[in-house]
C-alpha cells in the first residue's frame, strides 16, 4: 500500500481507454478499493514486462514529451500506424498531432507511406532495418541459389520474421528498386547486382535439358527420368532445371510433369483452333 510500480493489467472483457485516462481497482467481495492509477499504453505488447527495453518504453510515455511519446509509439511498432490509430495511442487531438508528425516528417525521423485516410507512418528505423533485412536475404538467396534468377515476393516476405504486410512489403521493395539496390521482374525479385553465370558444363546441361523436352513434345520424361537421361546428377540438373521454369522455357504442368514452351504454345494453338471452328 501507497508504492507506485508499472502494472500490466488484463481484463475480464474488451474496455475502451485512451492514454492518460485514470482507472480505480476495487475487488468484488467486499468491495474494497485496491489501487489505481494512470493509462499510459492501451495497447500494450505481450513482452516480458520486466526486461528493461519495456521499462524505458513505460517511462518516455509516462514522462516524455508529446513528441516523445508519439516517436516511440511508432519505434515500438513494426506495422503502419494510420493518424487515427496515433491519435487514439498518443492521446492526442487531431490538430496538435498533425503538427507532430509534419516535425518529425521534416526532421527524416519518420516516413509516410501513401494510402486512404491520410495514409500511414512508420518510424525510419523500423523502415531502414526491414529494407537491410531484404536485402541480407536476398544475398542470402543468391548465394544458396546461384542460377536462379530471383526469389518469388512472397517467398521473401514470408522470411521477414515481422509478418510484413503486403502493402508495407509493395511499398519496400519498390522503395529499394528506386534506390537500385534490386530488381524486380513480375512475381520475382533480385538484387541488381545478381546475375546468373553459367558454367561451361552447366549451360552444356541446359542445352541437353531443353533438347531433350523439346523432342519429348506432348510426351515429357518426369523430371527424374530427365536428369537421367541428360547424365546429370541430381543436386546440379535441379539448379539448371528451375532455371528454365524460372525462364519460362519449361512450362509447369504438375509437380513431377513439364513441357517446353514451343510443345505449350503450340498445343494452345490448336485448342483454340478447335473450338473456333467447333
Given amino acids: 500500500p501507497g508504492e507506485e510500480a508499472y502494472t500490466h493489467l488484463r481484463l475480464e472483457r474488451p474496455t475502451a481507454a485512451v492514454p492518460h485516462d485514470r482507472y480505480v481497482l476495487r475487488s468484488y467481495s467486499p468491495s474494497t478499493t485496491i489501487g489505481g492509477g494512470v493509462i499510459l499504453d492501451p495497447c500494450p505488447s505481450l513482452k516480458r514486462r520486466r526486461r528493461p527495453e519495456v521499462v524505458a518504453h513505460l517511462k518516455i510515455l509516462e514522462r516524455g514529451s508529446s513528441r516523445d511519446r508519439l516517436l516511440q509509439i511508432l519505434k515500438s511498432n513494426t506495422s503502419p500506424l494510420s493518424p487515427l490509430s ?19 516528417l521534416t526532421a527524416g525521423k519518420i516516413i509516410r507511406l501513401p494510402g486512404r485516410d491520410g495514409g500511414a507512418y512508420l518510424h525510419r528505423e523500423i523502415y531502414e532495418d526491414l529494407c537491410g533485412t531484404i536485402l ?11 542460377l536462379r534468377e530471383g526469389i518469388s515476393k512472397e517467398e521473401l516476405r514470408s522470411r521477414l520474421a515481422r509478418g510484413v504486410a503486403p502493402a508495407l512489403f509493395a511499398q ?3 522503395d529499394l528498386t528506386v534506390a537500385t539496390e534490386v530488381a524486380q521482374d513480375r512475381d520475382r525479385v533480385r538484387l541488381m547486382a545478381h546475375r546468373p553465370q553459367l558454367s561451361t558444363a552447366e549451360a552444356a546441361l541446359t542445352d541437353r535439358l531443353e533438347t531433350l523436352y523439346r523432342a519429348a513434345a506432348l510426351q515429357p520424361p518426369t523430371v527424374d527420368a530427365a536428369f537421367k537421361e541428360a547424365g546429370a546428377d541430381r543436386r546440379a540438373a535441379q539448379a539448371v532445371f528451375f532455371r528454365l521454369v524460372e525462364q519460362g522455357t519449361l512450362i509447369k504442368i504438375t509437380d513431377d510433369l513439364y513441357v517446353h514452351r514451343d510443345t505449350y504454345e503450340q498445343a494452345k494453338a490448336r485448342l483454340v483452333e478447335h473450338l473456333a471452328q467447333h
Fill in 86 to 104: 496515433l491519435q487514439s495511442l498518443a492521446g492526442l487531438d487531431p490538430e496538435a498531432l498533425q503538427g507532430e508528425l509534419r516535425e518529425l
Fill in 136 to 146: 541480407s536475404l536476398l544475398r542470402q538467396f543468391h548465394a544458396q541459389n546461384p
Fill in 172 to 174: 519496400l521493395l519498390n
